[in-house]
C-alpha cells in the first residue's frame, strides 16, 4: 500500500493532526530556512508536443517546404513582428507564444536540447509516456519511476520531500522512496475533525510496518501542508501565473520550495499537445498550439519571477513523449513524429544556447522518412540534471541498463 492508494481510498480531504514539528513552524514562520536545498522539478508535457513549432528550425528550408500552412514565419518573412519566430541564434528561433521566455534566455537561465527525445520506436502516447516515466524505453517490467530512484535514501526525509500536483501519483515519482500526490496545498486535509483521532490511531497501530509508514507520512505530510494553509502565500515581484491547472500548479510548487521544507523533487503536467487537427489558424504563430504555449510560458516565467534568487537552487526540465510529423498532414496538423525538444531553466543552467546535434528535415536525414531524428537520448539530459543539480551519480540505478552518452554541459 503506497501513499497515493491510501488517499484515495480514505474517500476524504485531509487536515493537519496536531502541532506541526519545531522545524516545520520555524520554516514555514520564515525565522530561518529549516530545509533549503536543491531542487529539481519535472514538468511533462502530455500528448506529444510539436518540437518543430516550439523551437522553430527558420533557418532550414526544408521546414517550410514541408510545412507550407502551418510553420512559423522566419523573422525576415513575417507580415507583423508579434508573428514572427523569435530569433535565437540565426538558425532556430522560438515561436512567437514564447516571447516571455527569451529574457530568460538572454539571462542564461534558460538552455533548450533540441532533436532529443527517446529512442523507442512507439507511436503509443500510453507507451511512449510510461517508457519516459520509467526511465527504460522499450521496457514495461521496470518498478518505479526515474524521479522516484533518482533520491537517494534518507533516514528522516521530509513529507514533502517528493511532491506531484494532481490527482494521483505520476509513473515517474512510484517506487520505494516516499512521494505524494496533492491537487491543491489548501484541499490536502481531513474536513470532519472527529474522524482524524480513529484514522491516526488505526495507520499507527497497524501490525503491516509498510502500512504504518504509510499512515505516519500521510499524515505528517497532512500536518506539514496544513502548516502552510495557514500561512496566506502571495507570488513575489508582481508574478501572476496565469488561470488554470499547471499555473496553480506551478504557484504552489513555488509555495513548497520558498517554504524550506524540504522539498527535492517535484512534478507537473500540462496537457493538449496532440495536435491532429488545426494546430495552427491562417500561420503557425496563431491557433491551437499557440493558445497553449502562450500558458506554457508565461506560466513558466511567472514561476522565475516568483522564485527570485531562490532560482539558484532550482532547476527546472521539460519532456514530451514523442514529437510531431515534420510534414504537416491534411487537416492543418501534425502526427504522431519522434524527437522533440526539451526545456532546462534555472541557476545553475549554462543558458542562452541550443544544444544538441541537428539531424537536419531532408529526405534522407528524417526518421523513418517522416520524423525529426533523435540525436541525444532524454536520459543523457536528466542524467546530468540529476547527477549536477540532486548530486545522485549512480545513473545505472536511475536509468538501469543504460550506459549513457557524454554529458552536454548544459548545467555548470
Known sequence: MNRRIFLRNSALAMIGIGAAPLWLRRAVAAERPARRGKVLVAVFQRGAADG??????????????????????????????TAATIDLDGFFGLHPALAPLKAIYDARHLAIVHA???????RSHFDAQDYMESGTPGLKS????????????????????????????????????????????????VTNSAVRPEFESMYRDAEDARLRSTGTGAFEAIALLDALRKKPYAPAS??????????????????????????????????????????????????QLANLLADFARTLAAFRL???????????????EFGRTARENG???????????????????????????????????????????????????????????????????????????????VLT
Open 238 to 287: 508582481g508574478a501572476v501565473y496565469p488561470p488554470g491547472r499547471f499555473g496553480e500548479s506551478m504557484r504552489q510548487i513555488a509555495q513548497l520550495i520558498k517554504a524550506d521544507a524540504g522539498l527535492e523533487v517535484a512534478f507537473a503536467d500540462i496537457g493538449g499537445w496532440d495536435h491532429h487537427v488545426n494546430e495552427a489558424g491562417a500561420n503557425g504563430a496563431e491557433g
Open 52 to 81: 518543430l513549432n516550439i523551437v522553430v528550425p527558420f533557418g532550414e528550408a526544408s521546414y517550410y517546404a514541408m510545412r507550407p500552412g502551418i510553420s512559423v514565419p522566419a523573422p525576415s518573412r513575417a507580415a507583423a513582428p
Open 306 to 320: 516568483d522564485l527570485g534568487d531562490r532560482i539558484e537552487d532550482v532547476v527546472l526540465v521539460t519532456m514530451s
Open 116 to 122: 532529443a527525445g527517446s529512442p523507442d520506436p512507439t
Open 142 to 189: 521496470t518498478p518505479g519511476g526515474w524521479l522516484n530512484r533518482c533520491l537517494t535514501p534518507e533516514a528522516q526525509p521530509s513529507p514533502v520531500r517528493a511532491v506531484a500536483l494532481g490527482f494521483s501519483l505520476p509513473r515517474a515519482l512510484r517506487g520505494s522512496n516516499s512521494a505524494i500526490a496533492v491537487s491543491r496545498l489548501d484541499g490536502f486535509r
Open 331 to 409: 487537416t492543418r496538423g501534425t502526427d504522431h513524429g519522434h524527437a522533440n525538444v526539451m526545456f532546462v531553466m534555472g541557476g545553475a543552467v549554462n543558458g542562452g544556447k541550443v544544444y544538441g546535434h541537428w539531424p537536419g528535415l531532408l529526405p534522407e536525414q528524417l526518421y523513418e522518412g517522416r520524423d525529426l531524428n533523435v540525436t541525444t537520448d532524454f536520459r543523457d539530459v536528466l542524467g546530468e540534471v540529476i547527477s549536477k543539480q540532486l548530486g545522485n551519480q549512480d545513473m545505472e540505478t536511475v536509468f538501469p541498463g543504460y550506459k549513457g552518452g557524454p554529458y552536454r554541459g
